[in-house]
């Protein structure tokens, strides 16, 4: 069973900057294509940002496109660089795993994740 545990997050004044980080208890774990979601009060969860296997391909929400950034290492961690902070950024933020590339799901539908962190909570003062 694989174990996602998200960190990183906190309290950041607008315009700022955050690293998220979020390590798997797998050691194969450069065969999953991982995913950033985020969810804030109210609404439903949504799609941050995902990264293929061994890093070829990284995608993005419309929403984050130039102020985010999504790498992994070889090892077991992926990361979540966020810039340019907004208020509407604000939010729980998850880690999700998923064995197999990318082409193979629809890796912006966290339906499609199996293996999902306990979150971490992103705030954005004004």
């Known amino acids: 069973q694989v174990q996602l545990i998200e960190s990183g997050g906190g309290l950041v004044q607008a315009g700022g900057s955050l690293s998220l980080s979020c390590t798997a208890s797998?050691?194969?774990?450069?065969?999953?294509?991982m995913g950033w979601f985020r969810q804030a009060p109210g609404r439903e969860r949504e799609f941050v940002a995902a990264?293929?296997?061994?890093?070829?391909?990284t995608y993005s929400a419309d929403s984050v496109k130039g102020r985010f950034g999504i790498s992994r290492d070889y090892h077991n961690s992926v990361f979540l660089e966020i810039n340019n902070l907004r208020p509407e950024d604000l939010g729980v933020y998850y880690c999700?795993?998923?064995?197999?590339?990318?082409?193979?799901?629809?890796?912006?539908?966290?339906?499609?994740?199996?293996?999902w962190g306990q979150g971490t909570q992103v705030s954005v003062s004004s």
């Open positions: 999700a795993a998923r064995d197999g590339p990318d082409n193979d799901f629809a890796y912006s539908i966290a339906g499609e994740y199996p293996y």
């Open positions: 990264i293929s296997p061994y890093g070829r391909n």
């Open positions: 797998e050691y194969t774990f450069s065969t999953y294509t």
